[in-house]
């Protein structure tokens, strides 16, 4: 019999996607047979950048970064529902997320067991933060680039040309 495809989703708003994110994708991609980048619509949010956009920018840097064999094993979809709904919905039981020193932890140790009442067959999953990420957060790099900051050791010079665009600087 053919073994069961391991499945995660790893969410987020990826408002943009930063090297700390793809360091955790790159990581996951390693432990799964399918990743399943889960883009949270969050209109009422009011992200900075359209939802296509973040989508276009997170298969460029997917396509860019890490290696093609598991690039190719890798999907972005964007999803509106609960998260559990979500992962339900692309035959997950795996939820991905990155931990970033102590500033995520009560808000992630929540959701996490939210999701496991919600959803008992789902298994949440942390990567520790990459000392050199552990700084990085898409808000940031938002701020930063408004006041047209450097934020060139944080997200790739293909992210860094759309943060330039969006907020017209040259
Ligand atoms: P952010 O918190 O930067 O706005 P998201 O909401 O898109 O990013 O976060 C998606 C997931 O990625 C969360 O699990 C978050 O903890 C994780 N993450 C965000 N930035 C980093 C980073 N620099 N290193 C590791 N994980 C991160």
Do not use: C, W
């Not at 399918?34 to 840097?61: H, S, Y």
């Not at 552990?134 to 293909?158: N, T």
Request: proline share 5%; no cysteine.
């Amino acid at each position: 019999m053919a073994k069961a495809q391991r499945i995660g989703v790893y969410p987020g708003s990826f408002d943009p996607v930063t090297n700390g994110h793809m360091d955790i994708i790159t990581r996951a991609a390693g432990l799964v047979d399918r990743l399943v980048v889960g883009i949270g619509i969050n209109e009422g949010k009011g992200p900075l950048f359209p939802l296509a956009e973040r989508v276009a920018m997170l298969r460029d840097e997917i396509d860019h970064i890490v290696a093609p064999d598991a690039a190719k094993r890798i999907v972005i979809e964007p999803f509106d529902t609960l998260l559990v709904q979500f992962a339900a919905r692309v035959g997950a039981n795996l939820v991905i997320r990155g931990l970033r020193a102590v500033s995520d932890f009560e808000y992630e140790f929540q959701m996490s067991s939210l999701n496991a009442h919600l959803d008992p067959n789902i298994e949440t999953i942390f990567l520790m933060a990459s000392d050199r990420h552990q700084f990085i957060s898409s808000r940031f790099i938002r701020e930063i680039s408004k006041l047209d900051g450097d934020v060139s050791p944080f997200v790739s010079p293909r992210i860094q040309t759309h943060l330039k665009k969006r907020f017209g600087h040259s």
